[in-house]
């Protein structure tokens, strides 16, 4: 298939389920919570779909990255191997080395990590969601910046996708752990994540977290960059460059600035968790300590805002995004109608990624 036509599939397969499943969805009472059966065919056969879908799709600069990973792997290519640990991302820097040195082919080593990036996504939804695994599957697909950590900030996603699995797994802590590691082993990125989430692992109270956000968000519009320097002097020089406003760097295309669309896309969940926890009553530890652990990673990157690749930092909050927007829609019943409400958040979640596509980076790009 052409390159060209990637998102383009991608986007319409998920509009089509998303269509699918919510009108499906709407049709049922409030008294399906009380089941207890679990439902991940579908998932499965999806995450299959995607795996293979995304792992081999041809070489193009239209995935940005790929271009860059494809001429490391060809440079190790038959290359002796010994693990290096020393490398900046242990996990995923020696993957691509050993199977470069063993020879096997690039398609390989696009379509395993793929495989973890989806997978990951799979047993993450599985887990937080027994019973509509294949909706919140379906959702995750929606996200904003789920097909763009699946086919150029490979690296990233896949960490990502494997801190999800912690989230999921942070009651049975060896295993926590265990995905913990691995996320960082694939991207030192996570560092980040990992502080905050041992932070809200020990104090999850939305409330205090969501007044932090409100201060963070103000020294943002405020143009305050003291925090980003701060947090650039103390990082390695990649950290560094992200931090760093950078003339030639907007030169590719990247805006430095105040992100009112990002702002936005952000508070969403923040908002409408805070409505249900006051409003509707909800309670749950398990989604207290997600809202507090999406608020507070959301919170630094509004610190950062003015970095070149804001979008970037931006990530490490939003891969639990739509996890954080979600999951007490699903959770437990608390008010009428609830699979109605989902629905529309899901179709909202979604039209956002469709309205940044086909309006501001379609549209309005091509005018200005």
């Given at each position: 298939?052409?390159?060209?036509?990637?998102?383009?599939?991608?986007?319409?397969?998920?509009?089509?389920?998303?269509?699918?499943?919510?009108?499906?969805y709407?049709s049922?009472?409030?008294?399906?919570?009380?089941?207890?059966?679990?439902?991940?065919?579908g998932?499965?056969?999806?995450?299959v779909?995607?795996?293979?879908?995304?792992?081999?799709?041809?070489?193009?600069?239209?995935?940005?990255?790929?271009?860059?990973?494809?001429?490391?792997?060809?440079?190790?290519?038959?290359?002796?191997?010994?693990?290096?640990?020393?490398?900046?991302?242990?996990?995923?820097?020696?993957?691509?080395?050993?199977?470069?040195?063993?020879?096997?082919?690039?398609?390989?080593?696009?379509?395993?990590?793929?495989?973890?990036?989806?997978?990951?996504?799979?047993?993450?939804?599985?887990?937080?969601?027994?019973?509509?695994?294949?909706?919140?599957?379906v959702?995750?697909?929606?996200?904003?910046?789920?097909?763009?950590?699946?086919?150029?900030?490979?690296?990233?996603?896949?960490?990502?996708?494997?801190?999800?699995?912690?989230?999921?797994?942070?009651?049975?802590?060896?295993?926590?752990?265990?995905?913990?590691?691995?996320?960082?082993g694939f991207?030192?990125?996570?560092?980040?994540?990992?502080?905050?989430?041992?932070?809200?692992?020990f104090?999850?109270?939305?409330?205090?977290?969501?007044?932090?956000?409100?201060?963070?968000?103000?020294?943002?519009?405020?143009?305050?960059?003291?925090?980003?320097?701060?947090?650039?002097?103390?990082?390695?020089?990649?950290?560094?460059?992200?931090?760093?406003?950078?003339?030639?760097?907007?030169n590719w295309?990247?805006?430095?600035?105040?992100?009112?669309?990002?702002?936005?896309?952000?508070?969403?969940?923040?908002?409408?968790?805070?409505?249900?926890?006051?409003?509707?009553?909800?309670?749950?530890?398990?989604?207290?300590?997600?809202?507090?652990?999406?608020?507070?990673?959301?919170?630094?990157?509004?610190?950062?805002?003015?970095?070149?690749?804001?979008?970037r930092?931006?990530?490490?909050?939003?891969?639990?995004l739509?996890?954080?927007?979600?999951?007490?829609?699903?959770?437990?019943?608390?008010?009428p109608?609830?699979?109605?409400l989902?629905?529309?958040?899901?179709?909202?979640?979604?039209?956002?990624?469709?309205a940044?596509?086909?309006?501001?980076?379609?549209?309005?790009?091509?005018?200005?």
């Amino acid at each position: 298939m052409d390159a060209n036509l990637y998102y383009t599939v991608f986007l319409t397969v998920v509009t089509i389920m998303t269509a699918v499943i919510s009108s499906k969805y709407s049709s049922y009472p409030d008294s399906r919570f009380a089941l207890r059966r679990t439902a991940s065919r579908g998932a499965l056969i999806l995450t299959v779909a995607m795996a293979l879908f995304i792992g081999l799709r041809p070489l193009s600069y239209l995935f940005t990255d790929m271009y860059n990973y494809h001429m490391l792997y060809y440079h190790a290519f038959g290359q002796p191997y010994s693990f290096n640990p020393d490398s900046e991302n242990i996990f995923f820097d020696n993957i691509l080395h050993y199977l470069a040195s063993e020879r096997y082919d690039l398609d390989l080593f696009f379509l395993l990590i793929a495989a973890i990036y989806f997978g990951g996504i799979f047993i993450a939804m599985k887990k937080l969601f027994p019973r509509d695994t294949l909706y919140a599957v379906v959702i995750y697909l929606g996200a904003f910046s789920t097909f763009s950590y699946a086919t150029n900030g490979i690296k990233a996603g896949a960490a990502a996708s494997i801190f999800l699995c912690a989230i999921a797994y942070r009651r049975q802590l060896p295993a926590c752990i265990m995905f913990l590691i691995a996320s960082l082993g694939f991207h030192h990125s996570m560092i980040m994540p990992i502080v905050a989430f041992a932070i809200c692992h020990f104090y999850s109270e939305p409330k205090k977290y969501l007044s932090l956000w409100i201060i963070c968000l103000i020294i943002a519009a405020c143009h305050i960059t003291f925090f980003q320097e701060l947090f650039g002097s103390m990082a390695n020089d990649q950290g560094a460059g992200y931090l760093i406003k950078d003339k030639a760097i907007s030169n590719w295309g990247y805006y430095a600035g105040f992100r009112f669309d990002f702002a936005l896309y952000s508070a969403a969940p923040i908002v409408l968790g805070y409505w249900l926890i006051t409003n509707c009553g909800y309670r749950s530890k398990t989604y207290n300590f997600i809202y507090s652990l999406y608020t507070l990673t959301n919170a630094v990157w509004l610190l950062c805002m003015y970095a070149s690749f804001t979008n970037r930092i931006a990530y490490l909050s939003w891969l639990m995004l739509p996890i954080a927007l979600t999951y007490p829609f699903f959770d437990s019943c608390f008010r009428p109608r609830q699979y109605r409400l989902a629905n529309t958040v899901a179709r909202c979640h979604l039209g956002f990624t469709l309205a940044m596509t086909i309006v501001y980076y379609g549209f309005l790009k091509a005018l200005f």
